[in-house]
């Protein structure tokens, strides 16, 4: 079913952190490499992408600057292990866009973004639905104002943004079907049901609903999507 735009959540608290914060926010960061990777998918490189060879969402060209960071010689990019892709994409991506310190939900769709876009155009345009300066990095005043706001809103906010831009694009006439399933899933809107990153991400910030979290014997902890209900809960916690 469709859930209402008027999405109401509990948004993080300012208040009452510790030295446990990280810990707690990077218990989102398994289920988010999962959702990228079923996105991102295998080795591909077709000619009108500008993007070049990519494999488990990694250009060339990111893994030959990340390569020659650590001194190492450059590698085809096809055939890039999981656990090193998501290494560069924690590193490259996220942590470029605060992922760490986002409301559940919201982290998640800034990931994504940062990683098919470029953390400083995801950077900002968050802040500018957030209405402050758009410098591109997430710092006190961003965090800040997304505190203020409801992660499941802004999570529909910036998808609806983001199509916006890339439908500004000269390749989207070429990518259009599956950048628009991957942001907004296989029907518009927010929907229970669906795969896009809106549906996805508002789903993990309301967090309360039960049927989406239903324990499985076979992970014990993790729901349908492999989600973990109380990572979520305490990220969202009031």
């Known amino acids: 079913g469709t859930l209402p735009r008027s999405i109401r959540v509990i948004a993080c608290s300012s208040s009452g952190a510790d030295s ?33 060879a990519t494999d488990r969402g990694i250009t060339q060209r990111t893994y030959d600057a990340w390569r020659k960071s650590r001194g190492l010689a450059p590698h085809s990019v096809r055939g890039i292990s999981k656990g090193e892709a998501e290494t560069i994409i924690e590193r490259q991506y996220m942590d470029k866009v605060g992922a760490d310190d986002l409301p559940a939900g919201l982290d998640y769709a800034m990931a994504d973004y940062s990683v098919n876009s470029g953390p400083s155009r995801a950077a900002k345009e968050l802040q500018r639905i957030l209405g402050v300066t758009a410098d591109g990095i997430v710092g006190a005043e961003t965090l ?21 831009f890339l439908k500004r694009l000269r390749h989207w006439q070429t990518f259009r079907r599956g950048w628009t399933e991957r942001v907004m899933g296989r029907v518009d809107g927010v929907q229970t049901d669906d795969i896009g990153v809106i549906d996805r991400g508002v789903r993990m910030a309301r967090g309360s609903a039960d049927r989406y979290f239903q324990k499985d014997a076979a992970s014990a902890k993790l729901g349908p999507e492999g989600i973990d209900p109380e990572a979520v809960r305490r990220k969202n916690r009031p």
């Not at 398994?30 to 993007?51: C, F, K, L, R, T």
């Not at 499941?152 to 983001?162: D, Y």
């Open 144 to 164: 800040a104002a997304v505190l203020s706001r409801d992660p499941a809103a802004l999570v529909v906010a910036l998808c609806e943004a983001r199509m916006g």
């Open 20 to 52: 446990q914060e990280g810990t707690i926010m990077r218990e989102n960061y398994p289920q988010i490499h999962a959702w990228i990777g079923m996105s991102e998918g295998g080795y591909v490189n077709h000619p009108a992408d500008p993007g070049g």
